[in-house]
């Protein structure tokens, strides 16, 4: 069994301090240094990091303050970011919105799991403050991006990627055309959209390039799933007087006017999504246990796995209460690691963690 580290981080203040704050991690945690930075052979090119700057400035203000600040402090020039330098590299994901009616306490939940592998992701969850701008916690990507989090308005938005990821790397998909990656884009509207409307219209408005799927929850009781594939985009909403008491993704096309841009469907990602639907079909109300043991068990009878090496162990489940606005978060597996409870914008008790990471044996057909 292999250990790593998670941390939590609270960072509040003007961007500038917010980036500042980021960079001083860098002297108590090292390694970072190999996460949020690319080889000097690999830095961008003077015209390509202006396009970023013009682009980050349009969609997501105030990020690009933040990321000179973070390069000042940690004396690295800005090329070298890995932020401004990658694309997406995420395996796989499950998540879903489960509306009051389907709860037996009344509450809104978003229901998360992120899989993929422990070198690749700086495992911290942020609270952020930044002036201007709506509080709101998720865990980070590359540092300044967000892979999911809920804002002080309730606005919850997580993601998974759809069939396979958009990146730079060999064997992803290369993007079409210049735009934005998801992390960019939940954090612009984590930090500035109070409802699910508002999330949706920034959505449309801005180039992203990833391929993914998206949930967007509120506590009026507004949710949307939000497919992207290619710069092409479909979407469908729900609340208090729909059919339909809940939204699943997990990492294939879900929408039949993109089915023709994708490629494959991994067997693990359809079982996924039967897993949750057999849960929350039907007309009998759950407890929000129910939920939490969807992800303490192991798959294919629950979401966990255990096979980092393969880019594809649990890193984190989450279960938001958009109702109460607190989030239940656990490092790694839940089966072998424990759940803590936090509001939005709010502290946890450490400010690092020792995550317990075992590695499984892919099933047979998983892929």
């Known amino acids: ?27 108590h945690i090292p390694y970072l240094y190999q996460v949020y930075f690319v080889e000097e052979t690999d830095a961008i090119s003077d015209q390509r990091l202006w396009s970023q700057q013009q682009m980050l400035q349009q969609y997501s203000p105030g990020i690009w303050e933040e990321l000179e600040a973070f390069c000042s402090q940690a004396k690295m020039p800005m090329n070298r970011l890995r932020y401004l330098h990658e694309s997406c590299i995420v395996s796989g994901c499950s998540h879903s919105v489960v509306l009051p009616n389907k709860m037996r306490d009344g509450h809104l939940y978003v229901l998360r799991n992120y899989e993929f592998t422990p070198d690749l992701d700086d495992m911290t969850l942020c609270s952020t403050r930044v002036q201007g701008t709506y ?18 308005q309730g606005l919850c938005i997580t993601m998974s990627s759809c069939g396979l990821p958009v990146g730079i790397h060999p064997g992803l998909r290369s993007p079409k055309g210049e735009g934005l990656q998801f992390w960019t884009a939940i954090r612009a509207i984590l930090e500035h959209c109070r409802n699910v409307d508002e999330a949706l219209q920034r959505l449309r408005e801005m180039p992203i390039v990833s391929n993914v799927n998206l949930l967007v929850a509120d506590p009026s009781e507004d949710a949307a799933l939000v497919e992207m594939m290619d710069g092409e985009i479909a979407s469908t909403k729900i609340g208090k007087k729909s059919d ?16 023709h841009l994708s490629t494959h469907r991994m067997h693990n ?31 294919p009878q629950g979401l966990s796995t255990h096979y980092y090496q393969e ?57």
């Open 135 to 152: 509080a709101h916690t998720g865990f980070s990507g590359l540092s300044f991006g967000r892979h999911e989090g809920m804002n002080d």
């Open 244 to 259: 339909t008491s809940y939204l699943i993704a997990t990492n294939h096309v879900l929408f039949s006017e993109l089915e």
């Open 311 to 367: 880019y594809f162990g649990t890193l984190r489940s989450m279960l938001f209460d958009v109702t109460a606005k607190t989030i239940e978060v656990c490092y790694g597996s839940p089966l072998h690691n424990g759940w803590h409870t936090l509001s939005v914008g709010g502290k946890l008790a450490f400010s690092d963690i020792e995550v317990a990471l075992p590695q499984g044996i892919v099933p047979a057909q998983f892929w």
């Open 269 to 299: 990602s359809l079982i996924r999504q039967q897993l949750v639907e057999s849960v929350l079909q039907g007309d009998e109300r759950l407890e929000k246990a129910d939920l939490l043991a969807l992800m303490n068990r192991e798959y």
């Open 1 to 27: 069994m292999q250990t790593r580290q998670g941390y939590f981080t609270y960072l509040e203040g003007t961007n500038k301090e917010v980036g500042e704050q980021q960079a001083e991690m860098l002297r």
